[in-house]
Nanobody
Framework: QVQLVESGGGLVQAGGSLRLSCAAS????????MGWYRQAPGKQRELVAR?????TTNYADSVKGRFAISRDKNTVYLQMNSLKPEDTAVYYC???????????????WGQGTQVTVSS
């Protein structure tokens, strides 16, 4: 119904920058919100940033002032600056969307992209 394709992960030194992209395609009637989550080894998946269609964009406290989320139609971006080793994780794109007028919104997830920050 809804497919998400992520790109932009990789290896970077501390203090560096990366930009993640996630393109949503398929049967999309409407998108309610788009966002990024991350999961480090041994830890639970956590919200990094989320941009709703209506409402306020929110960020995890740990990334405020360093990361910026933006959206262009059905693509969401995460600009990550001043990266730290503790930002190392698999980053997952999330879209909360309806595939049809009559459907309830559901969460859709990307396959994940690895971000590794070396010290």
């Amino acid at each position: 119904q809804v497919q998400l394709v992520e790109s932009g992960g990789g290896l970077v030194q501390a203090g560096g920058s990366l930009r993640l992209s996630c393109a949503a395609s398929g049967s999309i009637f409407s998108i309610n919100a788009m966002g990024w989550y991350r999961q480090a080894p041994g830890k639970q998946r956590e919200l990094v940033a989320r941009i709703p269609i209506i409402g306020t964009t929110n960020y995890a406290d740990s990334v405020k002032g360093r990361f910026a989320i933006s959206r262009d139609k059905n693509t969401v971006y995460l600009q990550m600056n001043s990266l730290k080793p503790e930002d190392t994780a698999v980053y997952y794109c999330n879209v909360y969307a309806r595939y049809a007028r009559s459907s309830d919104p559901s969460d859709y997830w990307g396959q994940g992209t690895q971000v590794t920050v070396s010290s």
